[in-house]
Nanobody
Framework: QVQLVESGGGLVQSGGSLRLSCVPS?????????MGWYRQAPEKERELVAT??????TRYSDSVKGRFTISRDNANRVYLQMNSLKPEDTAIYYC???????????????????WGQGTQVTVSS
């Protein structure tokens, strides 16, 4: 299993900044292909914020382009630097890890999709 622990959320004023951190652990860390951040606001569906692959390819939601930056370090930690925060950024932010592992001697692989517990980001007007 892969476990993900998020931190860094909080309450900030509009225009402020926060940096979220995601720390993965478990025996399948080496099988992770993509990590990212998703968010879910009240009464809304969970949406993609940003992702980063093991090769360094990044993808951003249009709503955060130019304001948020996703990055990773050599310890497999993933970060989300959030600048120029807006009230509409208020949501629970979830770290996500996607990958695949070989599950039998025939070489069959299974995809996995793991989520952290979430960290609350609140941006006041």
């Amino acid at each position: 299993q892969v476990q993900l622990v998020e931190s860094g959320g909080g309450l900030v004023q509009s225009g402020g900044s926060l940096r979220l951190s995601c720390v993965p652990s478990g025996r399948r860390i080496s099988s992770i292909n993509t990590m990212g951040w998703y968010r879910q606001a009240p009464e809304k569906e969970r949406e993609l914020v940003a992702t980063i692959t093991t090769g360094g390819y990044t993808r951003y939601s249009d709503s955060v382009k130019g304001r948020f930056t996703i990055s990773r370090d050599n310890a497999n930690r993933v970060y989300l630097q959030m600048n120029s925060l807006k009230p509409e950024d208020t949501a629970i932010y979830y770290c996500n890890a996607k990958g695949r592992v070989v599950v039998n001697v025939e070489g069959a692989a299974a995809e996995f999709d793991r989520w952290g517990q979430g960290t609350q980001v609140t941006v006041s007007s």
